[in-house]
C-alpha cells in the first residue's frame, strides 16, 4: 500500500463551483500535513498546512482526520486559475513523502 | 529570507554520460535537504534526504548518488545515465523536524529539466 494516496482525477469543475479532494496516509506515526499546488511543468509550492483542528485560508479549507488517517482540500468559488494539480504531502520525522496529486480542470 | 537555487533549469546528456546537479540553500542554516524526480505526467518520488553534512538517506535503488559537501549545498550525481533518468528533478529544503506537529514544509527550487538522448 502507498504510503500517500490520491484519486488522480482529472475532476472537471465549472467555474464557481466547490470542489474537494481527499488523501490518505498509511502511517500513523505521520505528524505534518500539507497541501502543495503544481502548475504544469513547474515545482511544487505549498498552498497550506492541515492542522489537527482544521484550517482555512481564503476559499480553501483543509481538514484532518487523524483517526481515519485522511486529509481533506475543499475549495470555493472555483477560478479559472485554480486549475492545476494538487498534492497532498505527510511528514514523519524529517521524511517527507508526495501523494501523485489530483489534477483539476476548472471549466469556463 | 531563505533562497534555494538550482542548476542548470535544462540538461540534455547522451546516455552513459555523468551526472551532476547543484542546489545550495542561502539565508538558513541546518536545512533538511531533498532531491526528488518527477517523470512525465507521475507524481514525485523522493530520492534522496539529508539532515546533515555527509548524512545521506537512500529512497530508491538507482544508479544516482548524492552528496552533502556543506551545510547548504546539495549534490545529485551519476556515473553513468539511463534513458530511465529522464525527468524534472526538484531540490527542496525544510526546517529541521522538532517533534510531533512541527509543521515544517518544504520549498523547492525550480527544477532541472533532464532529457537523456
Known amino acids: 500500500r502507498k504510503e500517500v494516496e490520491q484519486d488522480p482525477g482529472p475532476f472537471n469543475v465549472p467555474e464557481g463551483a466547490t470542489v474537494a479532494f481527499n488523501c490518505t496516509y498509511s502511517n500513523s506515526a505521520s505528524q505534518s500535513f500539507f497541501w502543495y499546488r503544481q502548475d504544469c511543468r513547474k515545482e511544487p509550492k505549498l498552498l497550506m498546512s492541515?492542522?489537527?483542528s482544521g484550517n482555512e485560508d481564503g476559499r480553501f479549507t483543509a481538514q484532518l482526520n487523524r483517526a481515519s488517517q485522511y486529509i481533506s482540500l475543499l475549495i470555493r468559488d472555483s477560478k479559472l486559475s485554480d486549475s492545476a494539480t494538487y498534492l497532498c504531502?505527510?511528514?514523519?520525522?524529517?521524511?517527507?513523502?508526495f501523494g501523485k496529486g489530483t489534477r483539476l480542470h476548472i471549466l469556463p | 529570507s531563505q533562497t534555494i537555487h538550482q542548476w542548470p533549469a535544462t540538461l540534455v546528456q547522451p546516455v552513459g554520460s555523468p551526472l551532476s546537479l547543484e542546489c545550495t540553500v542561502e539565508g538558513t542554516s541546518n536545512p533538511n535537504l531533498y532531491w526528488y524526480r518527477q517523470a512525465a505526467g507521475r507524481g514525485l518520488q523522493l530520492l534522496f534526504y539529508s539532515v546533515g553534512i555527509g548524512q545521506i538517506s537512500s529512497e530508491v535503488p538507482q544508479n544516482l548518488s548524492a552528496s552533502r559537501p556543506q551545510d547548504r549545498q546539495f549534490i545529485l550525481s551519476s556515473k553513468k545515465l539511463l534513458l530511465s533518468d529522464s525527468g524534472f528533478y526538484l531540490c527542496?529544503?525544510?526546517?529541521?523536524?522538532?517533534?510531533?506537529?512541527?509543521?515544517?514544509?518544504?520549498?523547492f527550487g525550480d527544477g532541472t529539466r533532464l532529457s537523456i538522448l
Open positions: 504531502v505527510v511528514r514523519r520525522d524529517d521524511k517527507i513523502i
Open positions: 492541515v492542522y489537527s
Open positions: 527542496a529544503w525544510s526546517v529541521r523536524d522538532r517533534g510531533m506537529g512541527s509543521n515544517q514544509p518544504q520549498h
